[in-house]
């Protein structure tokens, strides 16, 4: 009974967690045509966000909740910068025909996303990409296209095609990253590399970039141990 009234307890926090999280969801959709209002309207936590017309970002944005963004439109940049940073519990779903570029006649580093963060004991970050285009990017080292780590990616539709790095240019995904990606997805004329994917379950890439999952597998593992020691223990005196 004491157990079932734990799991109960457990069940009504989880849920009031949730219910928690979905207040500070608008249901409210937002077309944009700036950048200013691109970043008001993450700011407010619009529950879609249509992109209308062609949109130079001027620096990175960061994404920290949940964003979605859809329309028929384009972000481009035009400087050494990202489109976007999904940093902390950001969760960036892409759908529609938005194209994700460096501006014409821009030829230095830049665009295109980048799923990490430096606090390594965040909750998991997504990137979901249903539709759109992430074109003509570059990067100086990897991920010209996408740069993920310690994330959770899935690429069902859309295309990434023709970004550049130096070491691979589409999509790069380091340890404790988990991407899947849909037979409907093109992947295609990136340099030097169109996809690189390292070990998640390496033993140096749990140790070195902890994260809740890890950290609850630790304690759970910890527990099993403590509980057999005990139950031996007793079993010895009897």
């Keep these: 009974m004491k157990y079932i009234i734990i799991v109960l307890g457990i069940c009504v926090i989880a849920l009031g967690g949730l219910a928690i999280w979905l207040s500070t969801l608008s249901s409210n959709d937002i077309t944009v045509r700036t950048e200013a209002e691109l970043i008001n309207a993450i700011q407010v936590r619009a529950g879609n966000i249509t992109i209308d017309g062609y949109i130079a970002l001027s620096d990175v ?74 074109e003509d990017n570059t990067a100086v080292f990897s991920g010209g296209g996408i740069f993920t780590a310690m994330s959770t990616v899935e690429l069902i539709n859309g295309s990434i095609i023709n970004n550049h790095a130096a070491g691979h240019g589409g999509v790069f995904s380091c340890a404790s990253t988990y991407i899947t990606v849909g037979h409907r997805m093109r992947i295609r004329n990136n340099t030097p590399s169109n996809r690189y994917d390292a070990s998640p379950f390496s033993l140096l890439g749990f140790l070195s970039t902890p994260s809740i999952f890890h950290i609850i597998v630790v304690f759970l593992c910890i527990g099993v141990g403590i509980f057999y020691e005990k139950r031996s223990h007793i079993n010895t005196k009897i």
């Design 61 to 134: 944005i960061e994404i920290h909740h949940h964003v979605t963004l859809r329309g028929q439109g384009t972000l481009t940049v035009s400087d050494a910068h990202r489109h976007f940073i999904i940093g902390r519990l950001g969760h960036l779903t892409l759908n529609g025909n938005i194209y994700l570029k460096r501006a014409t006649e821009y030829e230095g580093y830049g665009g295109g996303i980048f799923i990490h963060d430096t606090w390594r004991l965040a909750l998991p970050r997504f990137f979901v990409m249903r539709g759109g285009v992430i």
